[in-house]
């Protein structure tokens, strides 16, 4: 009989490990493992079963409907960085000092009526990241697509990541066409490196979901967390030729989406969620793994190429502010087992709370020393029954920077009410987001003490941040 060589050296090795080894390694098998999608700028209602009324989103629409779809999420920041940071590490991007995107933080406006403050512009190695926890946990963890949290001594193969596929210190691409690189788009020669190979019309979303789902085929014995991180719905606001035209040819007047190129990234977004869906129970292991799809902030309202890119009606504004359309996001919670199919949540979460709950998960205690100051809260509670309602007073937010759709701002929601208070001239804003979803009826001059009870909250939490302000240009000082 032939004697298998690399089982009995396996029998051997696990023989002789000590017992509290062998437990360790055993509990490493078993955990759950952790599929973390982040869609980059994708609005509240651009995907079908939030509403959209011209793109079709039919995977990502089905996870939801085997998970829990949450109505009330929001991402801890009305732009790309700082949310990034804030799922990586559990905390605020105020108490990080990541209040902006990296190239903003390197050169901040100085023409404007405030100055904005110095802020971080890549994510400090003495944070403690999720993926760092899951890592020496005895997890794969593996990073495709977007990072934006750093130049290159701070990519992710210095934060915890055995993988790192088309992650750099750019927060988007010169186009989504194979070779992804040039200048036609954005200041300077971008490209996105480890993609070599490909072919003429080869597209960004598809080549990263090939290169996940190569990792997870050839990683199939350890337990894995994949942070796939799209570029898309991001500018430049490409999609594929034959898709573009379905589109269009879909358009009938008095739809809020209009844009049909906007529209192809969003079905191509799609299609790759099924890729890699399909790829976990190609491989047996969807009845064991977690998965989390949202996005990083609001959808982009602007115009590119002379066409708004989306809508986020019936939200106000989008990416930048910190009206609902700038942070209300789609998110989507599927845990086998636990997760009830069909369940919808009108729970207000964000973007700090995924460390806590990927923690609990995979019953990991974490760094106690980092635990006590991440700022997000565990949603497994939540996951387990819809009805739950979590122990949070607040949730806040801080943008202290100008953007197209606003000047510097913070805001605060407890509850039904929603407090924005602007630096220019220290101006609050009050809503009643129970009866006023798209914040048109200010009602802080009928609601003083509305206003100034949340104002007392806004500021006490500035302090526990150490928040930073803009300030007064000096000539105008």
């Known amino acids: 009989m032939k004697t298998d060589f690399t089982s009995v050296i396996t029998g051997f090795l ?70 990034r940071a804030s799922i990586m590490t559990g905390k605020h991007p105020a108490k990080l000092h990541m209040t902006i995107w990296r190239e903003a933080a390197k050169r901040p406006p100085l023409d404007r009526p405030l100055l904005p403050p110095i802020t971080r512009d890549s994510l400090p190695h003495d944070e403690v990241t999720i ?38 210190l750019w927060g988007a691409p010169q186009t989504f066409f194979y070779p992804y690189s040039g200048s036609q788009t954005f200041s300077g020669l971008r490209y996105v490196p480890h993609l070599g190979g490909g072919q003429a019309g080869e597209y960004l979303t598809d080549r990263l979901t090939s290169e996940a789902i190569r990792i997870l085929r050839n990683e199939r014995d350890r337990p894995f967390f994949l942070h796939l991180a799209f570029h898309t719905v991001h500018t430049p606001i490409e999609g594929k030729p034959a898709t573009v035209d379905r589109y269009r040819r879909r ?34 292991v969807a009845d064991n793994t977690l998965v989390i799809l949202t996005s990083d902030n609001g959808g982009y309202v602007n115009r590119f190429d002379e066409m708004q890119v989306t809508d986020n009606t019936p939200l106000r504004s989008g990416k930048g502010s910190l009206y609902e359309g700038g942070i209300r996001v789609p998110a989507i919670v599927r845990w086998p087992g636990v997760t009830q199919p069909g369940a919808e949540s009108d729970v207000p979460i964000s973007s700090i709370d995924y460390y806590r709950t990927i923690l609990s998960v995979a019953g990991l205690p974490g760094d106690r020393e980092h ?11 939540l996951l387990r029954d819809p009805d739950h309602t979590p122990d949070r007073a607040a949730l806040y937010f801080h943008y202290p920077h100008y953007y197209a759709t606003t000047s510097p701002v913070s805001a605060l929601r407890v509850g039904r009410w929603k ?41 006490a939490w500035w302090g526990r941040m150490d928040a930073q302000h803009p300030s007064p240009r000096l000539a105008d000082r």
């Not at 089905?62 to 829990?68: K, S, T």
């Open 14 to 83: 696990l023989r002789a490990l000590p017992a509290f080894l062998l437990v360790s390694w055993a509990s490493a098998q078993q955990r759950p493992n952790v599929l973390f999608i982040l869609v980059d700028d994708m609005g509240w209602a651009d995907l079908e079963g939030y509403g959209s009324d011209l793109h079709r989103t039919p995977r990502i629409d089905a996870l939801a409907d085997q998970g829990m779809r949450f109505t009330s999420a929001y991402s801890a920041s009305p732009v790309c960085s700082p949310t």
């Open 131 to 168: 993926a760092e926890v899951l890592h020496d946990a005895g997890y794969m963890t593996a990073h495709v697509g977007k990072w934006h949290l750093g130049t290159a001594e701070y990519y992710p193969q210095t934060q915890g990541f055995d993988y790192n596929v088309g992650g750099t």
């Open 251 to 284: 358009i009938r007047e008095g739809m809020l989406h209009r844009n049909p190129h906007y529209a192809a990234m969003v079905h191509a977004l799609d299609e790759n969620v099924g890729r890699v869906l399909d790829t976990l129970d190609d491989l047996g």
């Open 371 to 381: 635990n006590r100051t991440v700022d997000g809260i565990d949603l497994t509670p």
């Open 419 to 459: 407090l924005l208070r602007y630096y220019e001239d220290s101006r609050a804003e009050l809503y009643d987001l129970a009866d006023d979803l798209g914040e048109r009826s200010d009602l802080a001059g009928e609601k003083p003490e509305i206003v100034a009870a949340l104002t007392e909250r806004l500021e």
